[in-house]
């Protein structure tokens, strides 16, 4: 049996990188973790706040599978976030762009 390491994995089975499959897979791991991460801010925000999945969903207009969905890393587009935060009564956000700074969600 071969041991490989993680990059090797990735290397055979997706592709090296700089090929259009391996960028295309890194791409969508990017997307998938950030995804997850603002799933969990929005959870986090609601719990402190002491709301159910539901009160959230009323709160946005939505169900509270919908609600599920989010915070799980699914369904988020940026005016879904929008809604969330705005919901939760978080007054602004930022994004953080690196080199070109940051710029106002709302």
Same mark, same amino acid.
């Given at each position: ?28 791991? /990017?997307? +998938? ?8 801010? *929005?959870?986090?925000?609601? =719990?402190?706040? &002491? ?17 599920? /969905?989010? +915070? ?8 879904? *976030?929008?809604?969330?935060? =705005?919901?939760? &009564? ?17």
């Amino acid at each position: 049996m071969e041991t490989m390491t993680h990059e090797q994995m990735l290397d055979k089975y997706i592709g090296p990188i700089g090929t259009p499959e391996r960028d295309e897979f890194e791409a969508r791991l /990017k997307k +998938e973790v950030d995804e997850y991460f603002i799933g969990e801010a *929005i959870k986090e925000t609601r =719990k402190k706040q &002491g709301l159910t999945q539901e009160q959230l969903g009323e709160r946005m207009g939505v169900k509270k599978s919908y609600v599920s /969905k989010m +915070e799980s890393g699914r369904n988020i587009a940026y005016s879904t *976030i929008m809604r969330a935060f =705005k919901a939760l &009564g978080v007054p602004s956000a930022s994004l953080d762009l690196g080199s070109f700074g940051r710029v106002a969600l709302w």
